[in-house]
């Protein structure tokens, strides 16, 4: 049996988790980090992605600068999105013979200039050969308790919010993939993505469950629906698209919204909020948690998700 | 510049190094963990290793289950070489699109066999698609800091052991390289290694610097000299070979302490003694430390140093 036909990664994933046995493990597979227990106070976040070039990044339209930046970011969100702030990045490679070494010298100066942003150190790594560029990195985080934010902490009659503008990155990419020239900022979405962890201080107070939009937002919205046991109602002409985003859509000839709603990579957060919390908001309200088991796109049952890395590669066809 | 010229993979680590800001992390780039403080009595240790098909594997002499296992044994080693024991891992993956799902159910096993050896949760990952299977883990360890050993605890004078012999891996890869039938229990050294965790009882009380064999004996011996800034002699005859080595050497028509020297993956301990402890070693004396900074084999100096995966594959020449 073939991963697609098994249904994804998802699938995938619930195919291959195990419940830990260490008690100090609060959260393991299923989520965007795993979380233990360090002391009363404090809890560890431990997360790791791999990009894979020709997949999450072409070095026809990356500057090494930019992949560096894009792998911490990505990884950042991650953390973002418990609630927490990271402490140490570990970075493991995969290089082609005959990368240069000034190409690493700038992958590196995106890595650390990220890791500057957000005050860690990188602390440890390996490298080896490998046919395609393969960057994994992983990050561990650091929040208290009170602060930790899971995607099963959503309730009916949440309010979902996206922290910020969707969409864009998707937009930059098919603005690559067309081989259109110009439109730098659309296509700097893609390139240069910022994760929200930067917000979190007026976001933590209000969020129950969270998720980052890696996937895309109907993908995170099943997320949290998934470990929630609840539904939710998406509103489409609610989502806040990315400036840029609806002009590409057009030139192109497709729908802006299904940039943000499968395109993913965008980095933000989706976070559902007690309703009586509405005017605390930072972002823009996109739907509400519902009773059942349903992701609806207004009045229609979602059936498609998101981004998925083993069915779709930027070479193919979205 | 490419990266030999730059002198390989340990000239690009030394290169991208930077020093940690944060006061909690002892030692950061350059060991096989980085080392962190969590309170007086308790330290985290974190590495992570990437082994990528063709490089590390092939999958036509190694089975899932093996791939599963060996992933595993060789990160749990890099904890073992600092004295730890092993708390969490998380998985990250790269997989080709037509990966089967049986394949993956016995890869898993194979890793979750180990994690139960050592004791420890699989507790995170990331799957994404990828030409080849590239496996990255990442291991969080814990030790006291009285256990902790590093590679730059070496003095004048110690006596150099070896937890295990030798030269077995390299052994078996050569019989799959040149396609020789049989010799079974000299490829399962390859295809199945075995790290000393379970031998650290005995070792951490009278080790000093200690580094496991991922490179070869030679480049082990290199690394401790390094960071505790002192020469070695390693004496060629007391070096340890595995069972079938000799005979494997003589097959192909090789030298067998060459294995063991250069070829690396064997992930047994090397660890430096003071005399005085001699008869509480646990393990061969294969050498000493000496003053200066060469490391010299019997008395030629040594200018090769290990298994470089810039330089070499499985499927090129050693």
Redesign the interface.
Known sequence: ???P??GG?FA??D??A?Q???KN?LK??GDD??V?Q??DNKLHL???????E???FSTDYFTPYNIGIKAMESNVSDIASMGGKV??G??????P??????F??EF?RGM?DAAKRY??????????????M?V?I?L?GEVSPSCLRLRSMAEVGDLIVASGALGGSMAGLRLFQKNIKGCQEVKRYHTTPECSMNRLDKIVPIAKAMADVSDGLASEVRNICKESNVGAKIIKNKIPLCDGVQETAELIGEDPYDYALFGGEDFKLIYTVAPENKNKITGTVVGEIIAGKDVMLDDKKLNKFGWN???A?IKGTI
């Not at 570990?90 to 290089?95: D, F, M, N, T, Y």
């Not at 005050?119 to 395609?132: L, Y």
């Open positions: 049996m073939k991963l036909e098994l990664e995938f994933i195919r291959i195990r830990p046995k260490n493990v393991g597979i980090c795993a233990v360090i002391n431990y997360t790791v992605d791999m990009l894979v020709g997949n999450h402490l140490y570990l970075v493991s490679l995969a290089l013979d005959d990368i240069s070494v000034e690493l010298d590196y650390y005050s860690f150190d990188i602390i440890g790594g390996d490298t080896t050969g490998g046919d395609r393969t994994s992983t561990v890395h083993f069915t590669t």
